[in-house]
T-cell receptor
Framework: GEEVAQTPKHLVRGEGQKAKLYCAPI?????VFWYQQVLKNEFKFLIS????????ETGMPKERFSAKCLPNSPCSLEIQATKLEDSAVYFC?????????????FGQGTRLTVV | DQQVKQNSPSLSVQEGRISILNCDYT??????FLWYKKYPAEGPTFLIS???IKDKNEDGRFTVFLNKSAKHLSLHIVPSQPGDSAVYFC???????????WGAGTKLIIKP
């Protein structure tokens, strides 16, 4: 596709439940990034992929967060046992290459509300 | 500790005048600086970037200035148009990992 597609747009989970977010990057883009935006503040880097391989996961909370990008499937970000502080908008972005001047295209985000 | 700071949460500018958005950073290892624009309920869209080896980059109505000694960059929009009303995020990245480190954003309001 010509745009990064994120589903669902909104997700409500009770504390302790699992949340799974999906991202279809732009066709032909090799890199996928996940960012978390809490309370309309700055975006926090979570993880990046080069094709199906994890490129950089230094932003991922170790215990409850996991992510995958499998061939011929949307990428996914999964949060096990959600907590109230996981409430945020999660943005996915993709880019053709990796570089400081390379434009990353963002999806519309998934708003996760943990109640 | 915030590595990228946008100290003005909002800015109001008359249509047709110049908008100047500011950004400060603390990490001298950043190699690239980028500006993104975001409308409500949408993802950010890339505007313009600058390498740390340059001090100015221009693209149409948008110019970014970088002052490395002051660890400061600014985005100039001239002339400002109503469609420029949005939240502008400054971001920076080192070549070591290309993680984008973001500021908290400045909401720009263009008054008719």
């Amino acid at each position: 596709g010509e745009e990064v597609a994120q589903t669902p747009k909104h997700l409500v989970r009770g504390e302790g439940q699992k949340a799974k977010l999906y991202c279809a990057p732009i066709k032909g883009h090799s890199y996928v990034f996940w960012y978390q935006q809490v309370l309309k503040n700055e975006f926090k880097f979570l993880i990046s992929f080069q094709n199906e391989n994890v490129f950089d996961e230094t932003g991922m909370p170790k215990e409850r967060f996991s992510a995958k990008c499998l061939p011929n499937s949307p990428c996914s970000l999964e949060i096990q046992a959600t907590k109230l502080e996981d409430s945020a908008v999660y943005f996915c972005a993709s880019s053709q290459w990796l570089g400081g001047n390379t434009e990353a295209f963002f999806g519309q985000g998934t708003r996760l509300t943990v109640v | 500790d915030q590595q990228v700071k946008q100290n003005s949460p909002s800015l109001s500018v008359q249509e047709g005048r110049i908008s100047i958005l500011n950004c400060d950073y603390t990490n001298s290892m950043f190699d690239y600086f980028l500006w993104y624009k975001k409308y409500p309920a949408e993802g950010p869209t890339f505007l313009i970037s600058i390498s740390s080896i340059k001090d100015k980059n221009e693209d149409g109505r948008f110019t970014v200035f970088l002052n490395k000694s002051a660890k400061h960059l600014s985005l100039h929009i001239v002339p400002s148009q109503p469609g420029d009303s949005a939240v502008y995020f400054c971001a920076a990245t080192p070549e070591s990992n290309y993680q984008l480190i973001w500021g908290a954003g400045t909401k720009l309001i263009i008054k008719p």
